[in-house]
């Protein structure tokens, strides 16, 4: 029911770009890259844009989205820009009381812990989120022949945050949930499935290329209980995206164990952390599918000689791929130096010309 058909279009300004070849695993001109959390506080350019507006006000305001998504594509030459926002602005634009709070995350008011919490979660419509089909009209138009990669967080991550109302180590809340009452797991899940899926339909329609869905926390998980307890929430999500056609990417941190599983839940591009080599996570994921990632983001830390070493090493792991989209295995950490980005990206490019 959830199904979107098949549209037949003219190729888009985006078609032919480096990125979108190399997850639909055709032959590139050189391996595309991008950075998780580009778009930060690693860049002084942000740092001042951001100067006294709250992380979460600055997710509803499209002027100030669309510069800040174009800061690393204009600074460091990257193959795609991803939509500046956070995993918890549908949230918030179905009313749900939280903030985001700088050097901690998300914290929820009321945590999740009852059925009676589930009437919090109401559909989500492209009329509460009106800013981001704004921000990405603009955005599209002004990058031109550059995808922009659209996200969301994935039923999980989203209910980790929900439950345990802020971040967690442990999820103990979220999990005792889990294993306790199913019922109501499966229940508040498949809600957040809903909302994630319609969020990721607002940037699809809007003019995103490709979207990322990040269960950033799976990796928490034992493949039975991610198999049982959250594979069907995200193949839901992945599914009611399936008919636009746009790639859809599915990243989570220590996930060596998942990666088959995460790439089953539906995704075309399995993004891998650092932990396991490329060609190794190719193994596990199986045939048909391209891999993300996977560099080391402390390895940007070390001297030029060392970072690029580090990179051959992924390179190499990914010389046998169908597909490979070169990426660090998390986000870019707040203190990175940003011309290593630059570098990085450079490096990458002349590497793999073709
Ligand atoms: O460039 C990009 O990747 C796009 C921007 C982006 C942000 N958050 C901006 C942000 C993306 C893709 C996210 C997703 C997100 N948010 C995830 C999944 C990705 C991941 O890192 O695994 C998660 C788990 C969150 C939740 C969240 N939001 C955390 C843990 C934090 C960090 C808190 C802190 O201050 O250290 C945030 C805040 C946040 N989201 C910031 C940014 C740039 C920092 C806030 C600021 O700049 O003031």
């Not at 770009?17 to 506080?41: D, I, N, Y």
């Not at 990257?78 to 949230?91: E, K, T």
């Not at 955005?139 to 967690?168: D, H, K, Q």
């Not at 295995?329 to 073709?354: F, I, K, N």
Request: glycine share 10%; with cysteine.
């Amino acid at each position: 029911a959830n199904d979107t058909p098949v549209r037949h279009q003219p190729p888009t300004a985006t078609y032919d770009s480096a990125f979108l070849k190399a997850c639909r695993r055709e032959p590139v001109p050189h391996t595309p890259v991008w950075f998780m959390r580009q778009a930060g506080r690693s860049l002084p350019e942000y740092r001042k844009v951001r100067e006294g507006i709250p992380m979460l006000e600055s997710c509803m305001r499209p002027e100030l989205i669309t510069e800040i998504t174009l800061q690393p594509v204009r600074r460091h030459g990257v193959d795609a820009a991803i939509y500046f926002s956070d995993i918890v602005v549908p949230l918030k634009a179905i009313g749900v009381g939280l903030d985001i709070e700088p050097g901690v995350g998300p914290v929820v008011d009321r945590p999740f812990r009852t059925r009676e919490d589930l009437a919090r979660l109401r559909e989500l419509t492209p009329e509460d989120v009106p800013y981001v089909t704004e921000a990405v009209g603009l955005l599209t138009r002004e990058l031109g022949a550059t995808p922009l990669i659209g996200f969301a967080g994935a039923p999980f991550t989203l209910a980790s945050y929900l439950v345990e109302g802020g971040p967690s180590r442990t999820y103990e809340n979220a999990k005792a949930m889990m294993y306790g009452d199913p019922e109501l797991w499966a229940d508040l899940l498949d809600r957040l499935a809903d909302i994630t899926a319609a969020f990721l339909k607002v940037q699809i329609e809007a003019g995103a290329s490709a979207v990322q869905l990040f269960d950033s926390w799976a990796g928490a998980l034992a493949p039975a209980d991610y198999r049982r307890s959250v594979l069907p929430a995200s193949a839901k999500v992945f599914q009611a995206v399936a008919g636009y056609g746009v790639p859809r990417i599915h990243f989570g941190v220590g996930t060596g164990e998942l990666l088959g599983l995460m790439g089953e839940a539906g995704a075309d591009v399995v993004g891998v952390d650092w932990r396991v080599p490329l060609d190794e996570a190719a193994r596990r994921v199986g045939p048909g599918k391209a891999l993300q990632g996977n560099l080391d983001p402390t390895v940007l830390f070390a001297p030029r000689r060392a970072v690029e070493a580090k990179t051959r090493e992924v390179l190499d792991a990914a010389a046998g791929l169908e597909g490979h989209v070169f990426n660090l295995g998390h986000g870019v950490m707040p203190s990175t130096d940003p011309d290593a980005l630059t570098r990085l990206v450079e490096y990458v490019h002349t590497q793999t010309a073709r």
